[in-house]
């Protein structure tokens, strides 16, 4: 499951879940920030 969350003015977070490990402990999510180009409009940076 991932999730994106609007960080700033033009930068994202987008965090995505990694399961689980053989024991069944659950896996520290990976995460990431992004900045679309500036030249993409708010409308055109949501929907991708």
């Known amino acids: 499951m991932a999730s994106i969350r609007k960080r ?4 994202y977070l987008i ?4 399961g689980y490990d053989y024991e069944g402990n659950r896996l520290k999510a990976a995460q990431k920030t992004v900045h679309p180009p500036k ?4 409308g055109q940076c949501k929907n991708g």
């Open 15 to 18: 965090v995505v879940s990694r």
């Open 39 to 42: 030249d993409l409009t708010p």
């Open 8 to 11: 700033g003015q033009n930068s």
